[in-house]
């Protein structure tokens, strides 16, 4: 083959390498909306009709399925406004955004302008297998969507698009040694300190089940005078799940355990602020407990925001794994005068 015909094929293959990636960069920005079907949860616990739980009352939520194959596996969930606009992460590599519908009494009723979008790589295309998609923890700052993914563990930072969600990542340095992350039990929380707060707006990053010597669960502060590493000490065999700030700077956890004698076990525990520090091991007490004897499964999410009037909401999702033994489910929670 003379240098001539040599040349003209590299310049075809570079030609359709060219158009693969085009092709894959539109279909990785293609966005799936999703129809979901809500059943309506009016009590928490199964058979009655009581609304106080712990220091808090329930307000409603909803059991969700979809006929969407993507739909499933919600690992984090977050409001943009005072319950209504909505952005969250699947472990499986899938941004999700949608719209709350309340009834005249401000419960949850169904969702709209439910979309799913693949997370984006550094390439610009869809992060692919489990190994490299299975995002856990997500927390929102203006136009900053930052997650956390476990077992290839990393942070990384995109720009708020609801539209595209075209966003490519920006990497956060991990602010745990990686010899420290436990393979699938990683960094589960992501969230962002209250601005006016002790850590003046600083984020943290909660492990699931990354324990050290004491066997206490690893944490962090990524920035800010507080910046470090801190624990979480572990108690009775549950692993974290989730976690957010209250308005007053305090944190909350969401912690679960399971085994086959009790089922699904979820608590929350509330963490003073003012505990978090460098080397310092926190802990606190439990605001809400429930078992299988209420509506809950492998509860994934916690979001904490706060009404038009100022009141304080929680909201939990939960990981169906994509099994037809467990359920995709929202609850609303508010704080009991």
Known sequence: MNRTALAFRRVLLCLAILIVMAVSAEESAVIDPAVIRSRIISNFRIGSSEKRF??????????????????????????????????????????????????????????????????????????????????????????????????????????????????????????????????????????YSPASGPLHGARIAVTEKSINKAGDMFAAVLEGPQKGIFFVKRRDDFDISDGDFLPDGDLLLLERRFSMASGVVLRIRRISVASIKPGATVDGEFILQADMRNQIDNMEGLDVWQTADGSTRLSLVSDDNHSILQRSLYLEFRFAE
């Open 54 to 191: 712990g220091d808090l009352e329930f307000v409603g939520g909803l059991e969700m399925t979809s006929a969407s194959s993507d739909f499933g596996g919600l690992s984090a969930f977050r409001y943009l406004d005072s319950g209504k606009k909505f952005i969250g992460i699947t472990d499986t590599g899938f941004f999700y955004a949608g719209t709350m519908q309340r009834d005249e009494e401000g419960r949850p009723a169904s969702i709209s302008n439910f979309r799913l979008a693949p997370i984006q790589s550094e390439e610009g295309l869809p992060v692919e297998g489990k190994w490299n998609s299975d995002a856990e923890g997500m927390s929102v700052s203006g136009n900053t969507v930052t997650v956390s993914f476990e077992r290839i563990h990393r942070i990384a930072e995109y720009a708020l698009d609801l539209e595209n969600f075209a966003s490519m990542p920006k990497d956060v340095p991990l602010p745990i040694p990686r010899e420290e992350l436990r393979n699938n039990r990683g960094i589960e929380t992501i969230a």
